[in-house]
């Protein structure tokens, strides 16, 4: 159990020190924001809609380490899904976190696997599904911007 903590943990820094698809979207069709006031954390999710498929996601803002890998691992497992299939990815994940869901993920889930352990400290829950949230308010295209609190 030890070895798969310390690989979690190698993931985790790897997408905190060089998180994938950071930056703004000139493309984007829809965005939003959101904050942690308890941490600081700040998120834009832009997205480019095509229909009801995900072309492409970025993130830009300031995070600490779990919020900012999430964000970053989020954006890899959503280019291509539809919208129905961001949705099943938003609740299988955030009932991960949350522990009202044992299970994990199923093959789609892939790396975010590695944020599981973000439940065994329920104060950085919010830390982790922060960019989720406000990848929710990105597809409703809310423009008011979302907070964990």
């Known amino acids: 159990m030890s070895d798969l903590r310390d690989l979690y943990q190698e993931v985790i820094l790897d997408h905190y020190k060089r998180p994938r698809n ?71 994940f955030h009932g991960l976190l949350t522990g009202t869901s044992e299970q994990d993920g199923g093959p789609e889930f892939g790396k975010l696997a590695v944020l599981s352990g973000v439940r065994e400290f329920p104060v950085r829950v919010k830390c982790a599904t922060l960019a989720w949230h406000t990848l929710q308010a990105a597809l409703k295209n809310t423009r008011q911007p979302i907070s964990t609190e």
Request: with cysteine.
């Open 22 to 92: 950071f930056g703004t979207l000139v493309t984007a069709n829809r965005e939003a924001e959101g904050f942690n006031p308890l941490c600081g954390d700040q998120i834009t999710i832009y997205l480019q809609m095509e229909g009801d498929v995900v072309q492409d996601i970025r993130f830009q803002g300031s995070g600490c380490a779990i919020s900012t890998a999430s964000a970053s691992l989020m954006t890899e497992v959503l280019k291509g899904k539809t919208l129905e299939e961001a949705q099943a990815l938003f609740e299988k």
